[in-house]
């Protein structure tokens, strides 16, 4: 019987939002090497500590990645076998064209893991807001692989992080399963930590905003402390 190849360098994209600096940290404390690709117009202030801790971590290597810019995101995933995909807008998603940006970035992320052969998984990091939205919200008991967001329904509220979840994961995973890429999703509904509010803040503002929402129609959540 095969035994299960052992993973020892992982991808973090975008390294430089709020979940792929701490997936990035995680990994390194488990003993992996990590290459931190950077998106252009990213997070300046956890690039900078990025780029100091590349200085005195010889297992971290950081890359500078347009996702609009297929070979640049090839060049990051070499030697990897596994790729964190967590494309975000730290500017937030105020208008559809950033929609199209991330759309088209998870397109090619997912591209360059099929023509990379060391890859063996994909982990894409999306959002509970990829599955909650609709108009008769206030009757889903359970949410599951099989629910998504309804994509008029998020252009009708300008609902633009929605939508650029719900469009970029659709994508990612219609092209995986085309390429046979071995991908999962993780759909968080809300995330915590250190300075999350500073280096996270239209994101969170957003779940805070849609609390009332979810009181409202008295949907309930279930936390898993347990899981990380």
């Known amino acids: 019987m095969n035994q299960e190849k052992t993973i020892s360098c992982c991808c973090v994209l975008d390294a430089s939002t709020y979940v792929g600096f701490w997936i990035l940290k995680r990994l390194l404390t488990r003993g992996y090497s990590v290459h931190a690709a950077i998106r252009k117009n990213g997070e300046s202030v956890l690039e900078e500590k990025i780029r100091d801790m590349e200085a005195n971590e010889e297992r971290l290597e950081v890359y500078d990645v347009d996702v609009l810019d297929y070979q640049s995101i090839l060049i990051s995933l070499n030697n990897c076998n596994a790729v964190f995909c967590c494309l975000d807008n730290p500017e937030g998603y105020d208008e559809e064209k950033e ?6 970035g998870a397109i090619n ?10 890859i063996e998984k994909i982990v894409f990091s999306s959002s509970l807001t990829a599955a909650i939205w609709r108009d008769n919200i206030g009757t889903q008991k359970d949410v599951d692989e099989k629910c998504w967001s309804d994509l008029d329904f998020c252009l009708k509220k300008k609902l633009w992080h929605a939508l650029a979840k719900t469009q970029s994961e659709k994508a990612a995973w219609a092209l995986a399963m085309d390429r046979m890429v071995n991908m999962v999703s993780v759909n968080p509904g809300l995330i915590v930590g250190p300075s999350v509010a500073q280096h996270n803040p239209r994101p969170t503002m957003s779940y805070l905003k849609g609390i009332y929402i979810l009181l409202f129609f008295d949907n309930q959540v279930h936390i898993y402390t347990t899981f990380m």
């Open 99 to 104: 929609v199209d940006l991330e759309v088209r």
């Open 109 to 118: 992320v997912v591209e360059a893991c099929a023509r990379t052969e060391s």
